[in-house]
């Protein structure tokens, strides 16, 4: 699924592409711009602010919680299909797509003690960055089996 986020809900970003959603974040649009944005670009524009889906409900929906996982839960609610990503597999800081490369590839750029439990890497060629599935994968993975259910419990 394809997502427009504002600064009223930047935790959630995050965890939209966590579950390996593409995402756009934003702090410095207008309304009126993420409104055009959302619409050209075909995503779903998430925010607190209720003026948003005030203007037009067809693209924008409000966030009715505060909270990150009741938002999650919202969100997860509405559009059902937002369980159907592959979780970890997009780049947290820019939201490109990862590539699944192997695990000899990252070198020295890695701990050994990392290359030695991991069967493969995920790799932002847009941040040049190595993802693994550490111990904060793992609190993300609980973290997402308590809000949607047992989907989550295993990683990918
Ligand atoms: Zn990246």
Redesign the pocket.
């Known amino acids: 699924m394809r997502f427009l986020v504002d600064s009223t809900a930047g935790k959630l970003s995050r965890w939209l592409r966590i579950l390996g959603h593409d995402v756009e974040y934003t702090s410095s649009l207008s309304p009126g711009e993420m409104l055009q944005l959302a619409r050209r670009e075909k995503r779903i524009l998430l925010s607190r602010n209720r003026s948003l889906a005030a203007r037009d409900s067809s693209v924008a929906t409000t966030l009715e919680a505060d909270g990150l996982e009741d938002q999650l839960y919202q969100v997860g609610h509405q559009f059902p299909a937002l369980e159907r990503a592959v979780p970890f597999s997009r ?1 947290l ?4 797509v990862l590539e699944t490369v192997p695990k000899e590839r990252p070198g020295n750029r890695v701990p050994q003690y990392v290359c030695q439990t991991q069967e493969s890497f995920g790799y ?1 060629a ?2 040049d ?1 190595y993802y693994w599935k550490a111990t904060h994968w793992e609190g993300m993975r609980a973290r997402l089996e308590r809000i949607f259910g047992p989907r989550f419990s295993e990683l990918p």
């Open positions: 780049c800081i820019c939201n490109r932002c847009g941040c960055k």
